[in-house]
């Protein structure tokens, strides 16, 4: 039952949520080269910034349901 309810509090259906995702991936991976071109010790630093605040600071809201944490999605992909 809890499949069928899940609702996202923003409105957003799953197929958005993953494009931007997808498209936020994607603009890090392109700073990441532009920093790498720069300086090799930063573009690492920039990376592990951006990775660990998307994947803790970022997706858990984008992603967090209206349903407990039992539903469908609570938190991944």
């Known amino acids: 039952m ?3 309810d899940c609702r996202f509090i923003d409105g ?3 197929t958005h949520k993953i494009a931007m995702r997808f498209l936020m ?3 890090i991976a392109v700073g990441a ?8 010790a930063w ?4 990376l592990a910034v951006v990775v660990l605040g998307q994947a803790f600071l ?3 809201n984008l992603l967090r ?10 938190g991944r992909f």
């Not at 573009?43 to 920039?46: D, E, Q, T």
């Not at 349901?65 to 609570?74: D, F, M, S, V, W």
């Open 65 to 74: 349901t209206q349903i407990e944490n039992h539903c469908r999605l609570p």
């Open 12 to 14: 957003f259906p799953e």
């Open 2 to 4: 809890c499949a069928n």
């Open 25 to 27: 991936i994607s603009f």
């Open 43 to 46: 573009g690492w630093i920039y």
């Open 33 to 40: 080269y532009a920093v790498f071109l720069h300086n090799w």
């Open 58 to 60: 970022v997706l858990p």
